[in-house]
């Protein structure tokens, strides 16, 4: 492939979707707080399986690490949607999985809009 007249449409994508997530943990009391200590390792443990067991071998999910935003945490992003999204228990995660992942839609009440 030539870099010349290549586009982004004619690179082969491995997924549909890619969600990451952040599983940093900070000491408690850390200024800047952490998804971690937030709850999201049952959250992530969650959605590995349930991306797993919904078959969604066109979706890949990749454990990151600080994703910048801590305190709204914990955050995922999907792309390439772009979309943000803060889950804070195991009936999110499955809403995010059954009407995003698998269906396409956006989970409104979950979206975060982050400000740099």
Known sequence: MSTE???FA?????YKRHVFACFT????GHPRGSCGAQGAQPLWDRLGR???????????FTPSG??????AGPL????PEGVWYAPKTPEDVD????THLKGGQLVERLVVVLQR
């Open 76 to 79: 995922m992003v999907v792309y």
């Open 10 to 14: 004619d690179v082969p994508q491995l």
């Open 5 to 7: 007249t290549a586009t």
């Open 25 to 28: 943990q900070r000491p408690s």
């Open 50 to 60: 349930q991306i797993e067991a919904g078959g969604l071998a066109d979706v890949g």
């Open 95 to 98: 809403e995010i999985v059954e």
């Open 66 to 71: 600080c994703l910048g935003f801590c305190r």
